[in-house]
């Protein structure tokens, strides 16, 4: 049961260019969440996926996609990457939406930087 | 001003000292979680609560629905509590977080 997985580890992008980032559970939930971190700032929901086939915007949305391929996966595209991304993502899962307030699950994180 | 407020910034503490992080939020909640993020990076969840005071091992957690306000405990710190903590409010389909409270407990 490896929990939630996120690849790349860690990414150097060039201004302009796109890249996927992927995050995947194995513990059937039905909630994913996309977040960038910052230094001296708290966690920022970037987008997140109640349930299979849904996807809505979280607070920081503007430079990014995403698609819930099925229940497992959740990937995160940066079509056109800016400096202002660099950051460490996190992807997160739980059982259903925070609403209910039920406990996320993190993955390890992606540190990206955008040079 | 943001919805959570955490204090304080930065902690540091002798092994054995009880260890009090506070939060503060602005904002009405379903349910306040209490985070550690490792120094390799990792984010684990350590309490979600809405009501009273939840005890796991030397951790505590209590929150005051009227004050808006939460606090974790550790008692009896240790170096290996070393870490990031960080309060977190969740409302609707949304969760927000504090800046954290970066602890640093000496041997």
């Known amino acids: 049961n490896a929990g939630v997985t996120q690849t790349p580890k860690f990414q150097v992008l060039k201004t302009g260019q796109s890249m996927t980032l992927q995050c995947a559970q194995d513990?059937?939930?039905?909630?994913m969440y996309w977040y960038r971190q910052d230094p001296g700032m708290g966690l920022r929901l970037i987008y997140y996926?109640?349930?299979?086939?849904?996807?809505d915007k979280g607070e920081v949305p503007n430079g990014y996609n995403v698609s819930r391929l099925n229940k497992r996966e959740f990937s995160l595209r940066l079509e056109s990457a800016a400096p202002s991304q660099t950051s460490v993502y996190f992807c997160?899962?739980?059982?259903?939406?925070?609403?209910?307030?039920?406990?996320?699950?993190f993955g390890p994180g992606t540190r990206l930087l955008v040079l | 001003k943001n919805e959570v407020e955490q204090s304080p910034q930065n902690l540091t503490a002798q092994e054995g000292e009880f260890i009090t992080i506070n939060c503060s939020y602005s904002v009405g909640i379903s349910a306040l979680h209490w985070l550690q993020q490792h120094p390799g990076g990792g984010i684990v969840s350590l309490f979600m609560l809405s009501s009273g005071k939840k005890k796991h091992g030397r951790l505590i957690a209590t929150i005051n629905i009227q004050e808006k306000h939460s606090s974790l405990h550790i008692t009896a710190s240790h170096p290996r509590d070393s870490a990031v903590y960080i309060c977190?409010?969740?409302?609707?389909?949304?969760?927000?977080f504090g800046a954290g409270t970066r602890l640093t407990v000496k041997p």
């Open positions: 977190a409010v969740t409302r609707n389909n949304d969760m927000r």
């Open positions: 513990m059937n939930h039905n909630s």
């Open positions: 996926s109640a349930s299979e086939g849904t996807t």
């Open positions: 997160a899962s739980s059982v259903a939406t925070t609403g209910t307030g039920t406990t996320q699950y």
